[in-house]
């Protein structure tokens, strides 16, 4: 499998950089982003601390082969994988999730999950804002084909806590992760960097690189340096410009933020913990989302790629895949426990779709929408729980199923907003944050 694409030839690039590197993109997104509301919130709401992180495995994991498996399937659904027993009694999950297993009191499934579509562009939209997509939608590139991502939704409602952005998208930018008709004040902080990566810093968080860091005292002449494109008429023009005035100071008061760069500061972790999470991209982005929940963002959106596993499923899986996610996941929800963060911070772990149940004739499965399985966690979810299930073969739903809108019901209502919020367009047209026919996923809590 190529590396760097998707089977529709889509390169794995950050289409939407709100937050990418160098001075230019500093003066155009950050200033922007951070003119988030800082609405009024009632000061006896017990889910002022909840926060959300998602751990999105773009492509479509493979349900069939981690946490739904079906061993007695025909060969040709079932699969190479055998299923090993969790620390809960009568759940499995495949032999190469050792660790997961161990830590599975920790989070629950959520097993008649579908998404109804099984293209990599709408489904992610879908799955990531609870709205099925349009007529026109092209894949998330422009705003107005698109609903505002959770984070985004989350970032509106709630807004910052202290002086950390309230959204964050790491270590890339996801196109069906914006703001949409929110606008840039609701857009995610995009940290456009690998944590894994020798010497990860966050580009948004640097000074510019003709200004001595011994100069950062001198705010006049650091304004002067960064506000240079609005000495432009063509940017003086363009309406996202028009906020920097109002919000450069912001600008500069995050990118000087001693709590803020802490929280971006990975490297203060233990070598131990670093390596228990994994020294690989995935493990790396976990632990760098539960210092930003730490240090008080509300929602984080991890991006991990390539699970479209067309060809060589099981060997990929094997030898790359679960490994990562296993050291990842496991580590996260034990690290959020022993920190005493799990109950005030809500984990979901998915792909946008499943994989179909039938191997393909290059051992591999491809896009499967109809059925497959979340993984979710904390925020007064029942650890151990098993919600609904798929058939004998895992092709769709055998219970009540479950699909995206709910999931949006579920995250709104844990994070402490009403699913029935209206929001409105530039146009005034109010379109509510949740379908009509999604609802929460009550048996997650019971």
Not at 336 to 343: A, F, P, S, W
Not at 366 to 378: E, K, L, R
Request: aromatic share 8%.
């Amino acid at each position: 499998m190529k590396p760097n694409a998707y089977c529709d030839g889509l390169r794995r690039r950050d289409l939407l950089h709100f937050g990418a590197a160098g001075l230019s993109s500093f003066g155009l997104s950050l200033p922007n982003l951070l003119a988030a509301e800082q609405a009024q919130r009632d000061a006896g709401n017990s889910r002022e601390q909840m926060s959300l992180i998602i751990v999105f495995l773009q492509g479509g994991l493979s349900t069939i082969d981690t946490w739904d498996m079906k061993p007695y399937a025909p060969p040709e659904f079932r699969g190479e994988f055998d299923p090993i027993s969790t620390n809960v009694p009568g759940v499995q999950v495949c032999e190469h999730l050792p660790r997961l297993s161990r830590q599975f009191d920790k989070f629950a499934l959520v097993r008649s999950f579908s998404n109804p579509n099984s293209d990599h562009g709408p489904a992610d939209h879908y799955l990531l804002t609870g709205y099925r997509p349009g007529p026109g939608f092209n894949g998330g590139l422009k705003p107005n084909n698109q609903r505002p991502a959770h984070g985004a939704v989350i970032s509106r409602k709630l807004g910052p806590r202290g002086s950390v952005p309230p959204y964050v998208c790491l270590p890339k930018m996801h196109n069906s992760a914006g703001s949409s008709y929110l606008g840039s004040n609701a857009a995610p902080f995009v940290v456009d960097a690998d944590p894994n990566a020798p010497g990860f810093t966050v580009p948004d968080l640097m000074p510019p690189i003709s200004l001595r860091a011994d100069r950062l005292d001198s705010r006049q002449e650091l304004l002067s340096r960064i506000n240079r494109f609005q000495r432009s008429t063509e940017l003086a023009a363009n309406r996202r410009a028009l906020a920097m005035d109002t919000f450069q100071q912001k600008a500069f008061d995050l990118m000087t933020s001693e709590a803020t760069k802490a929280a971006f500061e990975i490297s203060a972790e233990s070598d131990a913990l670093r390596d228990e999470y994994g020294r690989h991209s995935l493990g790396q982005s976990c632990i760098l989302a539960r210092r930003l929940v730490e240090a008080g963002v509300r929602c984080v959106l991890i991006d991990h790629t390539n699970w479209d596993t067309h060809y060589s499923n099981f060997s990929v899986l094997k030898d790359d895949l679960l490994p990562h996610l296993d050291s990842a996941m496991s580590t996260l929800f034990r690290d959020l426990h022993d920190r005493g963060m799990l109950q005030n911070t809500m984990v979901l772990v998915t792909g946008e779709f499943g994989r179909t149940p039938r191997i393909n004739k290059d051992a591999g499965r491809d896009h499967w929408g109809p059925s497959t399985a979340i993984a979710i966690g904390g925020g007064g979810i029942r650890g151990g729980n098993v919600v609904g299930a798929s058939d004998a073969r895992a092709e769709k739903p055998a219970t009540e199923p479950y699909g995206p809108e709910d999931l949006a019901a579920t995250i709104y209502h844990v994070l402490g907003i009403d699913p029935e919020t209206l929001f409105h367009t530039a146009e005034g047209r109010p379109i509510p944050i949740v379908p009509g026919e999604g609802r929460v996923i009550q048996p997650l809590f019971s």
